[in-house]
């Protein structure tokens, strides 16, 4: 499947990508042993469509990168954090709907 | 607004199965799933009750051939999150939050979800230690020690699974006695990193930041306990996924739908399948059964207008 706009982030690129970004970035911690993770990857992949210019997306896989998900505490996954100017503005845990992520991103944006 | 002959909320076994039927009796039908196909099955790490696979299936692998065969079929399937459903005349109005639709005939097949205990700690610490969900958070826990909340058939198979990575795992459980499948309670109360602590219950999830231990309440009459843990699995069964259909169609007083035994409510042409119906046992092998009564049902139903 195609991956339209998202970007791979990694424990290097981590800062520059996300932390650094001039626009509020949105990055779904996953594994691929994780159900539910699997389960909100096409909601993530239409709000990289959706909000292209607007929102940063990235996908963080935990299994490669364990000292991302390690900073900022993750012990569940799915996890999604909403940064902003390199601040967490929100942390979602579990497969949500997309109602739920629209409702985060629009107060960030 | 196209009209069509039915709409199957939810993509778990239930939903797919009616839409395997729907879609070879040649209705014009449309599946509305939330996330990905799948449902509860899909944190389900290993399923060996579900006939037709000898040596078991992965609870992922097995939705996915699900949604495939479904699929085959040219069954529709959308992402969206219902919202409500309403009535115009025979028509049923489904409004989710992208859009709305209309349908002759309805199947609910939206599910459960895991309950939560209601402890002090529990909302606080949820992805930080507390988790309802083994194949997704156990390889956290590596090496250490953690609690499994429940006596089930699910907290005795994820108790089971969560002793590949943790040391220690002690069973939380308000009986003397398990209520798992024998075979399940007989692997678990021999495996060696199991152990149970009986007529007990959680009372508060305690941690700064990450869940640090938990207070256990005994209900035998013997002091309190705490346990130093750094995780939390909470398998105390399900509530069904119905706040959305509050007066709308009959509940039983857990939430659950009552329908008759060919999946009908009260309300003609609106179904029931699956883990959302008030029902004796709440399986996947059930959930197909009710799917395919359900579509057939249905079938039935627009014959008849």
Known sequence: MAEKNIEQVTDENFQTEILDASIPALVDFWAVWCGPCRAIAPVVEELAVQYEGQLKVGKCNVDENPKTPAQFGIRAIPTLILFKKGAVVEQITGAVSKATLETAIKKAL | ?305
């Open chain 2, 1 to 305: 607004m196209e009209t069509y002959d039915l709409i199957i909320i939810g993509g778990g076994p239930a939903g797919l199965t009616a839409g395997i039927y729907a879609c070879r009796s040649r209705l014009n039908t449309l599946l509305i799933e939330k996330l990905t196909p799948g449902g509860q099955v899909l944190i389900t790490d290993w399923v060996d009750n579900y006939p037709g696979f000898p040596e078991g299936i992965s609870g992922f692998d097995l939705v996915d051939r699900m949604r495939r065969q479904a699929e085959r079929f040219n069954l529709p399937i959308v992402s969206d999150e219902i919202l409500s459903l309403s009535f115009d005349g025979p028509n049923k109005i489904i409004k989710g939050y992208q859009t709305s639709y209309r349908s002759r005939t309805v199947i609910i097949a939206s599910g459960a979800s895991h309950k939560k205990l209601g402890v002090q700690g529990e909302e606080l610490l949820t992805g930080k230690g507390v988790s309802y969900c083994a194949t997704c958070d156990g390889p956290f826990y590596q090496g250490q020690d953690i609690v499994v909340v429940g006596g089930g058939d699910t907290a005795v198979q994820e108790a089971l699974y969560l002793t590949r990575f943790a040391k220690k795992v002690y069973l939380i459980h308000r009986r003397d006695q398990l209520r798992a499948a024998k075979i399940l309670q007989e692997k678990a109360l021999s495996h060696p990193a199991i152990e149970p602590v009986w007529k007990a219950v959680v009372e508060e999830i305690f941690g700064q930041g990450q869940v640090e231990g938990v207070k256990i309440k005994k209900l035998d009459g013997t002091p309190g306990i705490t346990l130093t843990v750094q995780g939390a699995f909470v398998f105390i069964g399900i509530q069904p996924n119905t706040e959305w259909l509050k007066g709308v169609v009959p509940f039983n007083d857990q939430g659950f739908i009552k329908t008759n035994d060919t999946m009908a409510t009260p309300i003609p042409g609106v179904f029931a399948a699956g883990d959302v119906r008030c029902k004796l046992l709440w399986q996947i092998s059930t959930a197909v059964g009710d799917g395919a009564t359900a579509a057939f049902a249905a079938e039935r139903y627009l014959e008849s207008l």
